[in-house]
């Protein structure tokens, strides 16, 4: 058995029990905004802004996830497409959340298991009652996620995390039409906290055990027939 592949399989088995008690997960987080600006037509407040402190919410359920994208390299796990994230940012303009916005969600969310980095991504497009069309979301480069993931979801649904001083990072949050009226704001993390909040179905285990074990299975060599005879 490879490095690669012993590596591939001991983060599947981690990952099991962790997914066998919850499937909604839920990520507490705070940060420092670096960089914002905003169009004066945009209806959001133009800078500099009362304070760059930013905070927020995410969840996202693994029974809503897609099938994981095809091509990624060893070590990586991509899903895309649909509405299994949920975010919120809390800061000196308010609410920003963009699904409330209505329209189309496209959500994406990328772990490098031999990286220790997670991307996620909260999306959606909407036309505007002007007829304007708008993306906006929410997105976050994370490093040290999918170990906060291993070592704090196995926990009982409602138990404390004990993983936040794992994860460091940042993020963006944005709301442009495709004249690039809008706003963007980008900002760097100060502390994550991860927690499991509800239990599976046991199709989804079942789906995501096969999913998981399968990628490993993909990655283990074939023999060749004359190895096998031997």
Do not use: C
């Amino acid at each position: 058995m490879t490095r690669i592949t012993m590596r591939m399989t001991a983060f599947a088995l981690l990952l099991l029990p962790a997914f066998a008690n919850a499937d909604t997960i839920s990520i507490d987080w705070t940060g420092q905004i670096v960089s914002y600006g905003a169009t004066p037509d945009s209806g959001f407040p133009q800078g500099p802004l009362s304070t760059s402190a930013i905070s927020g919410n995410l969840t996202y359920d693994t029974s809503l996830l897609p099938a994981p994208d095809a091509g990624n390299p060893p070590g990586v796990f991509s899903f895309s497409g649909g509405d299994f994230i949920q975010s919120t940012a809390q800061w000196a303009g308010g609410v920003f959340q963009p699904d409330l916005l209505g329209g189309t969600t496209s959500d994406s969310l990328l772990i490098d298991s031999l990286q220790g980095e997670a991307t996620i991504v909260d999306s959606a497009s909407y036309v505007d009652p002007l007829g304007n069309f708008h993306t906006a979301l929410i997105s976050f480069d994370m490093l040290g996620l999918p170990d906060v993931f291993t070592s704090t979801l196995g926990a009982e649904p409602g138990s404390p995390a004990n993983g936040t001083s794992f994860v460091s990072g940042s993020g963006v949050f944005t709301d442009l039409t495709l004249q690039y009226q809008g706003v963007v704001a980008s900002y760097q993390l100060d502390s994550v906290n991860v927690q499991p909040v509800s239990v599976p179905e046991p199709g989804t285990l079942a789906l995501w055990s096969a999913a998981l074990l399968g990628l490993v299975a993909v990655r283990r060599p074939r023999r060749s027939n004359a190895q096998r005879a031997i």
